[in-house]
């Protein structure tokens, strides 16, 4: 059971690191440490600040070893700190371009009498001295690999990064990663790389080639088509170090929202893969969507835990979704421990379109966040509810609906229910799960011309790769994170923009398959300066003429104002009992300003960045809209404390102890979802007795 007594608290001289990304390999961001209680919580205090001097978002949760903190700045930059002064050791610039991608930590190896950090930059994995801070020039050339190495010649040029860290098995590194997510993606594959020479050791095939596992899910020529890839781990893994597995959630194959050329259960696409972490040699696998058409990708690590069944102790990995499902697997079968009902879907009406007839889904536990919408919730806080009411009414519904030229109303939504940020889970089988409850609106269009007119380049490479999140006028979509690129030349030089569109920026990847005249025919055309070009040299890489459809764009069902278009919550946070299923409470997490104002109860906020559970009994959590953050008593879900923040802390906080005294950090970049920017880590810890 969770200690909460003083007395269970950190004791002198005592050392407790946090090495690993979440906590452990179990990914169940759990700390023994019990220092910090309801008892004392609101001594809480600022114990130390690290301004990185680079304003950006930040999702990066740490890690401590060797009382040393190793984290990433919103630029990239690898840093060591001082864990218990917050003062710097060293920092590491991987390039001398700085840009502002997506990096939530690094892994952690040592052997040999060295230790070592790696992490991943762009389409790199990096090995650092942990010490000094200098690349090992052992590893790779350099110290540095490339993450498209395993998946084949056609990955060359196409978008391959990895904004999460690494699983490191003995000498081994498995690494996930982003692809596209457009026609033409590069392939998902799961790479392994040895830790001291950063040879690949070697590759899962997420869309099987001929004589493997899986190959009949897909067209015969699946795995060669260029249309087709995806099918990646992005959102990281869990290993069992004493079975030797590692436990995988893959995301959906490219096209997202088509999949006309990919007829089939598409596996490993959408499944919880369980593999040999030593050879990468299949084991089992589920498929918690066939045939995704929806962008459902598995969105955080599993958590791995024992549960009390039948009164007996089971080992379970338990998958957060997106959806707001909780999947509770066999840890050595992955056979379900509660029953899954195949639930019939509709079918497509889209030409070519063959959606799969059901869906598996959980009877136990129950949904986390809202399956269906009514009439009666969409918003009463808007002056226009008869407006958001026609298009609530005249929108398909459904969490299976496939997309169509029609409006669909995807809920819960793009990012979650859950997200990246995952579950946290206590020793007694608790686990607790942010989650985001807000509708987006999606389409399909006939695909647009892909080679363009004399004087049209510009708008056609627009339209193809960017239009989506912008939208065609640029008028962007900043309530769902898009900004306008109105005006553009007025805020950014050209060059900035190039680099932007070279390396990417947050989650907007870097244009890897098209020129570097095709991104400044782009750029001319958002300056208001189109140059005629011959088509030869303004096509576009589309991925082949097998995908007819091209998708609209991630668009939030909001008000006026705003807010969500449907009713709180609109940001919650849940425990569940995962021995029984049920689940515990419920709260909203996170408040609206300008309805707080109104005397309006907390209606929760979107949020981006997962809990830490400890065994004070409490659960901290920043990750709202809002810049608060917070800490939950885990038996009954009452708020115990708030912290306003200097920027939102889109991450995952982290606990360790030095010298008997417990300290808890967050990074605070904010930046997304509109909010302020900040650079700092703060870590929080109880006044010393004196």
Known sequence: MLCVAASCGVSENRNVDWPEYLGGTDRNHYSPLSQVHAGNINKLEIAWTFHTGEPGEMQCSPIMAGKTLYGVTALNQLFALDAETGAERWRFAPDTVRSAATNRGVAYWSGGGEARILFAHQSWLYAVDAKTGKPVSSFGANGRVSLRAGLGPGAA???VVSTTPGTVYKNTIIMPIRVGEGAGAAPGYIQAFDVQ?????????????PGEKGYGTWPGDAWKDPAIGGANNWAGMALDKKRGIVYIPTGSPAFDFYGGNRKGANLFGNCILALNAENGNYIWHFQTVRHDLWDRDLPA????????????????????TKSGYVYVLDRDTGQPVFPIDEVAAPASVMEGEAAWPTQPIPRLPGPFARQRLTDEDITRFSDKRDSLLTVFQNSNKGAFHPLEFKNTLLFPGADGGAEW????????GILYINANEMAWSFSLSRKKEQAGHAGMSGRILYNNNCAACHRPDLAGNPGSGYPSLQALNSRMKKQEVLNIMKTGRGMMPGFTTITD????????????QEKTEAADDIAVAAGGSSVPYEFNGYNKFLDENGLPA?????GTLTAIDLNTGQHNWQ?????????????????????????????????FIAATKDAKFRAFDCKTG???WEFPLPAAGFATPVTYAIDGKQYIVIACGGTKLGTAKGDVYIAFSLPREK
């Open 301 to 320: 690590p599993p958590n791995l835990l024992t549960i009390k069944k039948d009164h007996q102790l089971m080992d379970v990995v338990a998958q957060v």
């Open 157 to 159: 040029d196409k978008y």
């Open 638 to 640: 009452k708020l115990l």
């Open 517 to 528: 005249q095709q991104k400044q025919a782009i750029i001319g055309f958002l300056w208001g």
């Open 197 to 209: 020479t950063g040879r690949l050791t070697w590759v899962f095939h997420t869309i099987p080639h």
């Open 587 to 619: 709260v909203p997490l996170g408040e609206t300003a300008s309805l707080k104002a109104k005397g309006i109860p907390a209606t929760g906020t979107e949020n981006y960045g997962g809990p830490l559970v400890t065994a004070g009994g409490l659960l």
């Open 566 to 570: 449907i009713t709180p919550p609109w």
């Open 421 to 428: 940020g995952g579950a946290g889970v206590s020793p007694d």
